[in-house]
Structures are given as C-alpha cells and as structure tokens.
C-alpha cells in the first residue's frame, strides 16, 4: 500500500538528502492487511527505490516504507511529485498532457517541440496519446475530485464533447498553486488509484 506525503521543500531537495529527508514518522493507523485489521503504530522498514523520469531528474529516488509490528504488512510513502506505477513526474505528465489537449497542429509537432525545450524528457506520441486517453476515461472522476477540492469551481458543462472537458480540466488542475499535487493525493486516497489509472 502506498500513502502520498506532500514533499514541500520541492523535488530537488528530496533527491539530494536521500534516505536523510526528514520523512513523516511512522503512522498510527489501521493496517491495511484483512487479516490483521488492527490499529498500530507501524515502524521504519527501511528503503526501496524506484525510477523518476521528470525534466530535471532521470534516475532512482528512495521511497521510505514502513512495517506493521503484528502480521509484517508493509506501506510506503510516496513523495507528491510521484504517480504509483508511473515513472514520469506528476507536474510533467500535466504539462504533457496540457499541451496536448491544447495543441494546433499535428500532436508530434507539438511533442518534438516540447521534448526540444525539455531537455532530459522525451515522451513518445504513444505514450502521451496513452495518457490522453486515460484522462478522457476518467473524466467524470476527475470532475468529482476537483470538486471536492474546491465546491465553488464552476466545472466544465456536461453538453461539451470528451476532449473540450479534458482540454479545460487539466487546464484547472493546473492552474492554481500545488493543485495538481492536491488533487493526485486526494483522487488516490479516495479511490486508490491515479487520475490515469483505468477505472471502472
């Protein structure tokens, strides 16, 4: 199981304090394994890594995880900036993704001039239009969570086609300050999967 932890000091101090990032104690929480079920207070289990690709970074962070003392479950906490089973970055999936909702022209214009500009990241046609089409199949849960973040936001009509709804929802998450981490932590708390995850 894996929990999100705001990392508010920004991406580059994480990575360059490594296992010393002053990660969140250990929860008091209800384990997560059916069988226990039982509210402990878990204990530091040491590190994993996993790969990061964003347009400043393209290598293994730590990841701090954490045991239950009674059946030996484990959770981790994963920083902000990451999306479970992505490797790209959350703020660089949505600027890809903003880009391409927005584009004129063909959408490998669009990406060979933004992978010009964002040296170090290069996504394909491919896996963009991947990711597109993984944002237009959630898009009435991604309302449901902008929502939830901020009642007063005027959302786009339900008269709009698929894609007009994507191009200004991920314009929303975009736009205020940290939205997009807010959002991605919420949407997964609530439905334990990423805004890209295909859910049903």
Known sequence: MQIFF???????EYIEKGKGYPFPPPPLRRCHNHDCNKVVQFKKHGFYQRHLITNIYRDKIFIRRYICPI???TISYLPSFCLPRFVHGLKEIIMYLERAFLRKGTLKACLDKLNSIND???LSRQLVYHYMKRFMQNLSLIQTGLRQLNPKLELPKATLSAKERAKKLVVMMKDEPDQENSFSQKFYETTN?????LCK
Do not use: R
């Open 6 to 12: 705001t990392v508010l000091e920004g991406i580059e």
């Open 71 to 73: 059946c030996g479950h």
């Open 120 to 122: 170090g990241l290069s």
């Open 193 to 197: 999967k990423t805004f890209l995850t």
